[in-house]
């Protein structure tokens, strides 16, 4: 599975950004997504994920109710809703499939990864 991200760049707080997934060379239907950010120096820490279905998600406590996670299997695409960024979420965010399909908050449970995007949000 190969995963590429998009949709990052620079937004400013208060505003709206949307980060895209794109996986290719295999349906990731069968797969729990999720995504991960890095801050400079730290390590990844789980932002969201979501089961194969869609019909169950998880937020990290820091980003609930202001981000959103969603996927379409029938265009191979997972999708983060960033409603009221802050300064403080800016980092680089990584898209992952996990294959055990249910989602979880477990960088080690995700097999694939994509390449990152970079978000910076001014104040």
């Known amino acids: 599975v190969q995963l590429v991200e998009s949709g990052g760049g620079l937004g400013q707080a208060g505003g709206s950004l949307r980060l895209s997934c794109a996986a290719s060379g295999r349906n990731i239907s069968t797969h729990g997504m999720g995504w991960f950010r890095q801050f400079p120096g730290k390590q990844c820490e789980f932002v969201a994920t979501i089961s194969w279905s869609g019909g169950s998600t998880s937020y990290a406590d820091s980003v609930k109710g202001r981000f959103t996670i969603s996927r379409d299997n029938a265009k191979n695409t997972v999708s983060l809703q960033m409603i009221s960024p802050k300064p403080e979420d800016t980092a680089d965010y990584y898209c992952?499939?996990?294959?055990?399909?249910?989602?979880?908050?477990?960088?080690?449970?995700?097999?694939?990864w994509g390449q990152g995007t970079q978000v910076t949000v001014s104040s």
């Open positions: 992952a499939a996990d294959p055990g399909g249910f989602g979880t908050t477990r960088w080690s449970d995700y097999h694939y």
